[in-house]
C-alpha cells in the first residue's frame, strides 16, 4: 500500500502546492495498485501447485490402472487363444 499522505507532504516541501501534491499522491498510489494488482501472491502460485500436484497424481494413478487392466486383458485373451 503507497503513504500517500507521506508523497504529498514530501511534494509540498518541495513547493508544490498542497491541493496538487494531494492529487498526484493519489493518482501515484492508483497506478501502482493498478499496475501490482494483477500480481499473484506466493499464497495463489502455491495453491494452483498443489493443484496441479493433485490433478497429476490422479491422472498418473488413472493411467496405470488402465494400462494394467489392458495388460492383464490381453494376457487372458492371449492364454484363451492358447488353450483353443
Known amino acids: ?6 508523497i504529498a507532504r514530501d511534494l509540498s516541501n518541495a513547493g508544490v502546492d498542497p491541493k496538487q501534491a494531494e492529487a498526484h499522491a493519489t493518482v501515484i498510489a492508483f497506478a501502482v495498485e493498478k499496475q501490482h494488482g494483477d500480481v499473484a501472491t506466493k499464497e495463489f ?40
Request: no cysteine; charged share 15%; aromatic share 6%.
Open 45 to 84: 502460485v502455491r495453491s494452483e501447485i498443489n493443484a496441479t500436484e493433485t490433478r497429476l497424481i490422479r491422472w498418473l494413478v488413472g493411467t496405470i490402472f488402465t494400462a494394467t487392466g489392458i495388460t492383464i486383458a490381453s494376457i487372458v485373451a492371449f492364454l484363451a487363444v492358447i488353450q483353443s
Open 1 to 6: 500500500m503507497i503513504d500517500t499522505l507521506s
